[in-house]
């Protein structure tokens, strides 16, 4: 069966599944969790239980068939993250890679890129601005240990972030840095 999520009435600009032992999956896995950003400036996180929705199923059918509108298995997991101030360009969640939480980048058309953790299933998400760029922030992505975070913005570079030791975020490179200074020696 299609399954389809009502998000946005604006329309829908980026997708990610949680990975696999994110925070709040239980053992069997059957918990699965996806996280959008949307034209109407928000990121949101949906769940889904296939164990709940098998026993909800099985009742159903016990008792009298009954209509299911589509999408019904997911459901909006917590308040919407509001943060940004123009339509939300892409959203990545995190490897879960020795990350003691949740952990989503977002970027938007308004400049900035965000990090937003959850550190308890459940929890609230708490939001902090990555950077300003001044200029629309395209599309961000996680190396595959979740540590640095590239960006990608309406510059002709990608800039790539690491959280230092206070939990602060810090520019660690240009990509374009390196072939700048290969070239530098080349012709010298």
Do not use: Y
Not at 152 to 174: F, H, M, P, Y
Request: hydrophobic share 35%; proline share 3%; aromatic share 6%.
């Amino acid at each position: 069966a299609v399954e389809t999520i009502s998000v946005s009435g604006m329309g829908v600009n980026s997708v990610d599944w949680a990975p696999h032992g994110h925070l709040g999956q239980n053992v069997s896995g059957s918990i699965q969790r996806i996280v959008t950003g949307s034209c109407d400036n928000a990121v949101r996180v949906f769940v889904r239980d296939a164990n709940q929705q098998q026993s909800q199923q099985q009742q159903q059918q016990q008792q009298q068939p009954q209509q299911q509108e589509p999408g019904a298995q997911w459901v909006q997991d917590g308040d919407s993250i509001v943060g940004h101030k123009d339509w939300v360009r892409s959203v990545a969640w995190a490897p879960t890679t020795g990350l003691p939480c949740n952990a989503i980048a977002s970027s938007s058309e308004d400049g900035t890129a965000q990090i937003h953790t959850q550190k308890a299933a459940g929890g609230k998400w708490e939001s902090r601005v990555l950077n300003n760029f001044e200029v629309p922030v395209w599309t961000v992505n996680w190396s595959l240990t979740g540590n640095i975070l590239a960006v990608a913005a309406g510059t002709s570079d990608i800039s790539l972030w690491k959280e230092n030791l206070e939990g602060q975020w810090e520019r660690v490179s240009k990509v374009d840095e390196g072939a700048a200074a290969i070239a530098a020696r080349q012709t010298s």
